[in-house]
């Protein structure tokens, strides 16, 4: 079926190139379609990485293998195969990720845990072996291209091609940042969500970049939700290739890194809400503020219950300002919330104050808003000092359309 | 709007009148509606009472009020409002609980806390006490009525009237069992779900009768999911009138108690599965089964997280045997799972064994099980002995269609 460009969208931001890296592009043709599918970033040598990866129990051989490798905090090449996730293949499954990583590490004259390798597209068909290295053949042979032909190549069912960039002074030095992502469905935020890559030349100590993305991780990619459903390849990869020159990132206390755990952050809250924009049939991009909660992550869970609610996201696409249904999602969290203490508003104007509704409640500018595509939910506990933003979309016919008929 | 019945809706079930219960229902107009939206079953001096209520944090005075009274083990009278739940009213809210006890009391000649109300509709506006005092009036003057009429007026969004029976003998004492709910949306079962209702003629102590429905609702009520919303108001109670004449029921020695605690459960189950089927925009019925988990809560989780799954749930509206939408659930569902154990068959079919496609899958007999309106997904983890059954229907465009109208 043909799936309509998100409202949402966003175009394709001017990024720079990232020193140390090399985007190239290629047909492996995992499904019958004529488009690149096979992504490759060769990354200089002295390369740091960090990753984080989906919970699932049922997780790909990829977050596997990556997931291990990542511990040695360093990378030369990232290879990404769109249209099939090679997830709940077994061994069949595992050995074309070993075979994958064979290929490009003798190519790059690296060692095989430098490759990581991600795959996104329908589960439970093992990746054809052949076309894989058909397809990283043809890639390591290609001209180098830019971020939006990568972004593209990675992509499924997304309607839109998706990036971001950053920068950030470290001292005299400019670094950049450049990242890119790909998702739209089975997005639920049990840490990391689908797939992204953060790039950037500044040099940064692995075990610090790893630091900074789990933080950037926790405040941006684990706050968005489309479905509430969890992907078993999620992944969100950053990229340090130290060509910018500064002095390396080691700590906290390293000159520069508050600003480059900013920029970080910034990037990576970019492309989460990104992929919100592009959630599967949304169409209003939906900002849920907890506050007052007994805790930052108490809040969290309560803006993902209300971002999650069915009956939240039909009545946002409904343009209802049905409060109703958010003090019912609140109920329902398992957090430490009291109904009379509880306030709800809507793009600014509160309808219940303290468990009530408020007396002379103007629904005019609220039906106003609710008719916009940025939609604000406020909701304070009246408990504590918690507080979280979680970001999502409606649920429309067209998600059902999406899903009823597309095999992912 | 109009909302069309259900395709998988039942008839209402010859049901047998309950010695020592009397029905009546009165127009008290919650809504601008010509029908009947308010209930009174006035129960026989020395009925015994049970109750199961919301979890939610923020539930209404009328499950603030109901669980504390049920300590007590009796009542004298059940009041059912439909159209308006009277929750996050605040103190205005609990005034109106409190004078419908006060009014039903007085008429009796019982305790206030012989009174039980439940109320369903839309959530945040404080319920008319005039139109409720005037209603109990009317209600208490009418002619009884027969289950039908009572299961009727206490529905709201339902589109057919849900009833269940069953009998269970005790020694030479035949007891009868009759049930009614309510509910088609906003249903997921952190306990009781919505408003359900067991009259019976049995003689049973108020300790053994909390503690059957407890077991019941675990295996019933506590394994359905329309949308994964809990209600406000999601209430199950248990009425034993005595009037069959049977030995008291005190506990698992007594005679006959196995056999009313299955005959309850029985009832519990229809009733819970009759909820499913008037799932908001259901066309199809589906039992997911879970075997080999760590244990049955660990089943029972694993089985809600695949009801709740929209990806899940938009595949089977879609009539697609995508297996691979199962495996997320499960991975997501953060319980003990291994992927190569995990088994998957739909209608009896294995469509993977043990973590991988199984070799020679016919997918013709599934996809004729799939065009049906019963649906079976069984799903076996390899781990261990514990197991689960949860109900649950399809997401279908009925359910956007309902909900991004129809205020709650």
Request: with cysteine.
């Amino acid at each position: 079926m043909q799936i309509d460009r998100s409202p949402l969208a966003r175009p394709f931001p001017a990024l720079p190139a990232i020193a140390g890296v090399t985007l190239r592009v290629a047909r492996a043709r995992y499904k019958t379609w004529d488009r690149c599918d096979l992504t490759i970033a060769e990354l200089a040598e002295g390369t740091s990485a960090a990753g984080v990866f989906t919970k699932s129990a049922c997780a790909s051989s990829e977050v596997e293998l990556g997931r291990e490798a990542v511990k040695l905090g360093r990378a030369r090449a990232l290879v990404v195969n769109a249209g099939n996730s090679n997830a709940f293949t077994g061994w069949r499954g595992r050995a074309a990720v070993e075979a994958i990583r064979a290929q490009v590490s003798g190519a790059l004259g690296c060692g095989l845990d430098d490759v990581f390798v991600s795959s996104t597209g329908v589960i439970g068909v093992p990746l054809p072996i052949d076309k894989a290295e058909a397809g990283i053949a043809a890639a390591l042979n290609a001209q180098p291209c830019g971020w939006e032909d990568a972004a593209n190549a990675i992509g499924t069912t997304d309607t839109f091609t998706k990036g971001a960039g950053a920068a950030a002074m470290i001292g005299p030095y400019r670094v950049e940042l450049a990242g890119i992502i790909k998702g739209s469905g089975m997005i639920a935020p049990d840490m990391a969500t689908m797939l992204g890559y953060v790039f950037t030349d500044a040099d940064v100590a692995p075990a610090f970049l790893q630091e900074a993305l789990e933080r950037a991780n926790a405040a941006t990619f684990s706050c968005i939700t489309v479905d509430g459903d969890t992907s078993t390849s999620d992944t969100v990869m950053a990229f340090a290739t130290g060509k910018a020159g500064n002095p390396r990132i080691e700590n906290w206390d390293s000159a520069g890194a508050d600003a480059f755990a900013a920029a970080l952050t910034d990037v990576c809250r970019q492309l989460a809400q990104l992929v919100v924009r592009d959630g599967e049939g949304a169409r209003k991009f939906i900002t849920i503020r907890v506050s007052g909660a007994a805790s930052d992550a108490s809040a969290r869970t309560i803006g993902l219950a209300i971002a999650n609610s069915p009956l939240v996201k039909t009545a946002i696409a409904g343009e209802d300002a049905n409060w109703g249904r958010v003090v019912m999602a609140v109920g329902k969290a398992g957090e430490p919330a009291d109904r009379d203490r509880l306030s709800i508003a809507f793009g600014g104007v509160w309808a219940a104050r303290n468990g009530v509704p408020v007396e002379d409640y103007d629904e005019a500018p609220v039906a106003a808003h609710l008719k916009g595509e940025e939609i604000d939910i406020a909701v304070d506990l009246g408990l504590g000092d918690g507080h979280a933003i979680v970001w999502t979309c409606d649920l429309t016919h067209g998600y059902i359309a999406i899903n009823a008929d597309y095999r992912s």
